[in-house]
């Protein structure tokens, strides 16, 4: 695919430079463009605040980035792409993050892979991550314009929902119960003094001894499904935190569902598909 590296706008009325990309862009991003000499007025570098009248045209490049990991190559599962975002199906049992102990093999390796096949030289940015177990939609931004303005969706609150198996057959409810973390300083538990945190639980379909839910999470804490399940009473299968159950080798946790808004493409309905452990139980 073509890839955009500029914001291109048109002046539609007379302003300053410094107000005009003060109401369209994060004061972190007009200084780090300022720096790296990537804001052009009418096609000339235009670095220092200036007027502008009707019909300017100005440009803000995005530099080419040296990678922030190892690249490595693996085929994808691409849920979605566009100029400033690719929306990824992480398998389970892979990092996203690279970490002291995880310097390779990890969904930043592989996603820096992807981008110098496309020819994009530039860092991936993750705008939310998963833990290693835990399967689903992750978003990475091709540009620090489109990490910011999705980070800031994020934390003002988007649709995100998972699937998951637990124990028993829970009923439909909204649990809001603090998080907080624990002693260990690894697992987390439902206390008075943590966060407030809410979850919605919502019962697709029941077995024997186990159900498929679908959850939306509210707010984002770590851990946030499989501590409020547990609180409840329905654990995850395959959670070795916070379960003692061996029915999957990993928790039976997937980001299915995610709802935002795209940088320059608007709102962007996402899902994507169960991996095959979880659909190998259902079919059980």
């Given at each position: 695919m073509k890839i955009n590296d500029s914001l291109?706008?048109?002046?539609?009325?007379?302003?300053?430079?410094?107000?005009?990309?003060?109401?369209?862009?994060?004061?972190?991003?007009?200084?780090?463009?300022?720096?790296?000499?990537?804001?052009?007025?009418?096609?000339v570098l235009s670095i220092r605040d200036t007027s502008l009248k009707k019909g300017d045209i100005i440009r803000v490049d995005f530099p080419d980035e040296n990678p922030n990991g190892e690249v490595q190559h693996m085929d994808l599962d691409i849920v979605y792409e566009d100029r400033d975002i690719l929306v990824i199906n992480k398998?389970?049992?892979?990092?996203?993050?690279?970490?002291?102990?995880?310097?390779?093999?990890?969904?930043l390796n592989y996603t820096l892979g992807y981008f110098e096949e496309i020819g994009l030289k530039r860092k991936v940015r993750f705008v939310n991550r998963l833990d290693r177990d835990t399967s689903g939609l992750v978003i990475a931004a091709k540009n620090s314009f489109?990490?910011?303005?999705?980070?800031?969706?994020?934390?003002?609150?988007?649709?995100?929902?998972?699937?998951?198996?637990?124990?028993?057959?829970?009923?439909?409810?909204?649990?809001?119960?603090?998080?907080?973390?624990?002693?260990?300083?690894?697992?987390?538990?439902?206390?008075?003094?943590?966060?407030?945190?809410?979850?919605?639980?919502?019962?697709?379909k029941s077995f024997r001894e186990y159900s498929l839910v679908r959850l939306r999470l509210y707010t984002g804490r770590t851990h946030q499904i499989r501590v409020h399940m547990k609180h409840i009473g329905y654990p995850l299968l395959g959670d070795s935190l916070y379960s003692d159950d061996t029915t999957l080798e990993r928790q039976a946790l997937h980001s299915f569902k995610v709802i935002f808004n795209?940088?320059?493409?608007?709102?962007?309905?996402?899902?994507?598909?169960?991996?095959?452990?979880?659909?190998?139980?259902?079919?059980?």
């Open positions: 291109i706008y048109v002046v539609e009325e007379p302003t300053s430079q410094k107000e005009f990309m003060r109401d369209k862009l994060s004061s972190r991003f007009i200084k780090s463009s300022i720096k790296s000499n990537n804001i052009f007025k009418n096609d398998p389970p049992n892979m990092v996203t993050h690279t970490s002291r102990g995880d310097m390779s093999n990890t969904l489109a990490h910011a303005m999705i980070s800031e969706q994020f934390q003002n609150g988007v649709v995100k929902e998972y699937l998951a198996m637990v124990k028993g057959t829970p009923k439909d409810m909204i649990i809001e119960a603090p998080i907080a973390r624990g002693e260990d300083g690894i697992l987390r538990e439902v206390r008075e003094d943590g966060k407030y945190s809410k979850t919605s639980v919502k019962l697709l795209s940088p320059r493409e608007g709102r962007v309905e996402l899902t994507a598909k169960l991996p095959d452990d979880m659909k190998q139980l259902l079919r059980k």
